[in-house]
């Protein structure tokens, strides 16, 4: 596909946190019914000794679960209120944010758009669930590579899905690190949260 004006060949995007947004009323209601401090859900689950194996695809995203449940066993104090707390949170595929999904449309009639993110081997499902699936040009999933962001691997493996040259790809996540993981391995790089963050990435290749 034939590069814009700006020298962009293509955009490689984040999805948490600029695409996809996890309600925090949801999370602390979840916290309320179970009788949880604020917070406990997440220590578990996002703790890098858990998470990180899941990302990479060492381990399912049904095992990281299962890992999460045997986590928070002490304290929820007992299995089974454990099992329904991580149950009540895997029906959750969060929400998008449709003017974020519009700048992506946008963007596509020009260049080709890869989404890259950090996930499970579940993310195509909430792909799915999310009507977004078709979304994007391809789909860097970090579980299926086998090594995950700020990882210089991710970076090559999603230009070379794009098709273009790292120097000519547009980066966009919401995580510093990153983004400046990005930037080293030679692309244009933006810090991005939300619709707002990534009008702004994307303001060169809108029209």
Do not use: Q
């Not at 703790?47 to 194996?53: F, V």
């Amino acid at each position: 596909m034939a590069a814009s004006a700006t020298g962009i060949a293509a955009v490689l995007c984040d999805l948490d946190g600029v695409i996809r947004h996890w309600d925090r009323r949801v999370t602390e209601d979840m916290h309320r019914r179970h009788g949880l401090p604020a917070g406990t859900l997440e220590a578990a689950a996002f703790a890098p000794e858990r998470l990180l194996p899941a990302v990479t695809g060492a381990v399912r995203d049904a095992e990281w679960r299962a890992a999460v449940r045997e986590a928070l066993v002490p304290v929820c104090g007992s299995e089974e209120r454990a099992r329904v707390l991580v149950e009540d949170w895997s029906r959750h595929p969060g929400r998008v944010d449709e003017e974020s999904l519009a700048l992506i449309a946008e963007v596509r009639a020009r260049v080709p758009v890869v989404l890259v993110t950090n996930a499970t081997d579940r993310l195509e499902s909430d792909l799915s669930r999310l009507g977004i699936a078709g979304a994007f040009d391809a789909i860097a999933n970090t579980s299926r590579l086998g090594f995950a962001k700020p990882d210089a691997r991710v970076y090559a493996v999603a230009a070379a899905m794009a098709g273009a040259p790292a120097g000519r790809c547009l980066f966009v996540d919401d995580t510093p690190a990153n983004v400046a993981a990005a930037e080293a391995a030679g692309m244009h790089a933006a810090l991005a949260r939300g619709a707002a963050g990534l009008r702004t990435a994307l303001a060169p290749l809108l029209g």
